[in-house]
């Protein structure tokens, strides 16, 4: 329900949303964003943040305790994740999407450890 709420919400935005020509979010991230967030979370995740971009995409992102994970998708439907720990030392780096197996398994890993560290189970 959070994440439909958000997609739609970003789907609202009229062109030039942040003031200048920002483009109005596009179907192709929305896609992308709803294959591939299953594939790295389940109903134990925290729920991301989501955020516009200026091409028409969406940023998703987690932060937990300074660790921080964060997809961007472009407008084309694109996606490209950074996984960084407290440190800021880079974990996982690397274009992703929904057939990508691997990479979203690494992901979901990734997830789950910032999910059971805001829980205090991790």
Do not use: C
């Amino acid at each position: 329900m959070y994440v439909e709420r958000e997609l739609n919400r970003l789907l609202e935005l009229p062109l030039g949303w942040d003031g200048r020509h920002a483009a109005r979010t596009t179907y192709e991230a929305v896609q992308t964003t709803v294959d591939v967030l299953p594939a790295i979370s389940d109903e134990q995740s925290i729920p991301p943040q989501f955020f516009p971009l200026p091409d028409g995409g969406i940023q998703v992102e987690w932060h937990v305790a300074g660790a921080a994970i964060e997809i961007e998708i472009d407008g084309a439907g694109e996606a490209y994740a950074v996984a960084l720990n407290a440190d800021k030392k880079i974990l996982f780096e690397q274009e992703v999407g929904a057939e990508e197996v691997k990479g979203l398994s690494v992901l979901r890993g990734l997830v789950g450890n910032l999910s059971a560290r805001a829980s205090g189970t991790g």
